[in-house]
C-alpha cells in the first residue's frame, strides 16, 4: 500500500479544522480529511455566534469573568486570558477573510447578549453564524494550491509507535499519521504527516437527543484514548437547553439569543418558571437553564416547555432569526412571532477533550487537537455561550503558529505496515451495529444524563462495559465501515464520560449528582483519563 504524505494532516473540516489548514499551507502540504462531505459540521450549525469583546462600553476582564463565572471554578485561567485577549484579532481576521457580521445603521456592530453574558458581544450573521463563517473558510481552502480534500475519508486509528515494524527507541510516543478508509472503495489508506490535528468536533451523538449533526460521533477523542493520549472532564456534557420539541425528527436547536433578545420561558399553564430556579431568569448559564426546564417538566408531567417571543417586535424577530422562523414554519406551523415555539434540552457540546497546552499540542508528540474535540481549559465545567467558535478559532491559530515554528522532524525511515484484515470475515451482523447504537443512546440519556446519581452511573458502566466488550469483538473480526467505526467511537466516548462521571462526586456545572448536590473543593482539578 503506497502512504499518501503530506506536512500536516488534519482531520475534521469544521472552523477549527479548516483555520489551522489556511494557516499552514503557507508552509508546506495539507491533507484534510472528512467523513462526508466538506460542509456537515457542528460549525455549520451554530446559530449564535461569536463572543469577543468589540466595543470600548465592554471589557477582556469582563469576557472573562463571565467565562469563569460560568465554568464553575474549573476554568484554566491562562487559557481564558489567551482565548479573550486574542479574540479581537481573530475577529478582524475573519473580516478580512470575507466573513459579513450583520450590523447596525450606525455602522457598528449588531451585537447580541445571551446567557452568561453580562454585556452585548456576541457578533453574529443573522442565526447562521457558524454557517457563514465556514462558507467563507471553505472557498479559500478549496482555491488553495496546497490544501487537498479527502471527502468521504473516515479515519480509523492514529498510527503510533505501537503500529512502525522499526526503530521503535528513537520513534517514541509519537503519531506519524493516521489509517484512513477510503468509504468508496472501502480500501483503508496510510495518511502520513509530520504533524496531525484532530478537528474531528463533538461527540453528542452519544445520546438519544442532540442538537447535534450525524457526524459527532467522538472520533478524534475516541482514537487519541486508544493511543494513550491523555483524556480530560468527560462527565462535564453540555444540555443545551431549547432544541425544538418535535417527536420523530431530528433536533433543531432554538439559538441562545432568542432568549438574549427578550424570549422568555413558560411551562404548559402559560407560567413563566425561571424566577423559580435562579435570579438571573432566562439569561442565567446553560446548565442552570437546561435543568430548570428538566425539572419544571418532571414536576409537572410536561413534555416540552415553551419558548415565548410574541411580545417582541416582529419584525426585529424575523430579521435576527430567519432560520429558525423559516424551520418552525415548515415543520410545526408555528408563526415565532405570535405563538409559542416548543422545546426540551437536548446534548448539545463536550466541554471535555483531548488535553491539549496553550498550543494545541496534546500529550502525544506531532499530535495536536483544536475545536470541540479538545480540552484547552477554557470551558471548565460548563461552557459560556458562543466561546466554542471563538475556541475554535483562537486555538487553531495558536496550534498552527506552534507546529509552522518548530522544525519539521520527519520519519520516512520507520515502516508503517498496510492495514491488515487478515482473518476478519463479513458477518452481515449489520442489526447489531443499529441495536447496539441505539441501546448506547439510551442509556446514556437515561442514566448519564442532565441530572445523575451513583446509581444510576453504576448501572451505566456495567452495560456498558459490555456494550464496549460486544462491540471491539465485533470490530476485530469485521471489516470496517463508517458505521462500524462510528459505533466503535461512541462507546469509547461513552465508557470515558461515565468512568470520569463516577470519579466526581459533587454537582459542578453541567455534572449534577442527586446524591451529591453540593461543591466540593477537593474536586477542583481536571478528571483526566
Known sequence: MNSIKSDYLVIGSGIAGLSFALKVAEFGEVNLITKTRLEDTNSALAQGGVAAVTTDEDDIELHAQDTFTAGAGLC??????VMVREAPRRIKELIDYGVHFDMKSDGHFDLAREGGHGMFRILHVADETGKSIQDVLIRKVLKHPNIHIYENHMAVELITDHHVLNNLQSAFNI????????????????????????ATGGASRVYQHTTNPQVATGDGIAMAYRAGVRIANM????????????????????SEACRGSGGILLNEAGERFMERYDKRLELAPRDIVARAIDAECKLRGDACAYLDMSHLHANKVLAHFPNIASHCQEHLKIDITRERIPVVPAAHFVCGGVMTNLNGQTSMHNLFAVGETAHTGVHGANRLASNS?????????????????????????????????????????????????????????????????????????????????????????????????????????????????????????????????????????????
Not at 76 to 81: G, Y
Not at 175 to 198: M, P
Not at 452 to 466: D, P
Request: aromatic fraction near 10%; charged fraction near 30%.
Open 76 to 81: 484554566h485561567t491562562d487559557a481564558v486570558e
Open 175 to 198: 503519531c506519524f499519521g493516521a489509517y484512513v478508509l477510503d468509504e468508496k472503495s472501502s480500501d483503508v489508506k496510510i495518511f502520513r504527516a509530520d504533524y496531525t490535528v484532530l
Open 235 to 254: 462527565e462535564f456534557i453540555q444540555f443545551h437547553p431549547t432544541a425544538l420539541y418535535e417527536p420523530g425528527s431530528e433536533p433543531f436547536l432554538i
Open 389 to 529: 467558535l471563538l475556541e475554535g478559532i483562537v486555538f487553531a491559530h495558536r496550534a498552527a503558529k506552534r507546529v509552522i515554528e518548530k522544525s519539521h522532524t520527519t520519519y520516512n525511515n520507520v515502516l508503517i505496515p498496510d492495514w491488515d484484515e487478515t482473518g476478519v470475515t463479513d458477518p452481515h451482523e449489520w442489526g447489531l451495529i443499529r441495536n447496539n447504537r441505539a441501546e448506547l443512546q439510551a442509556i446514556m440519556w437515561d442514566y448519564v444524563g442532565i441530572v445523575r446519581s451513583k446509581v444510576q452511573l453504576n448501572r451505566a458502566i456495567r452495560r456498558m462495559t459490555t456494550l464496549y466488550e460486544e462491540i471491539e469483538d465485533y470490530y476485530k473480526r469485521t471489516p470496517v465501515t463508517k458505521d462500524l467505526l462510528e459505533l466503535r467511537n461512541l462507546s469509547a466516548v461513552a465508557y470515558l464520560i461515565v468512568r470520569s462521571a463516577l470519579r466526581r462526586n459533587e454537582s459542578r456545572g453541567l455534572h449534577y449528582m442527586t446524591d451529591y448536590p453540593g461543591q466540593d473543593d477537593k474536586f477542583l482539578k481536571d478528571t483526566i483519563i
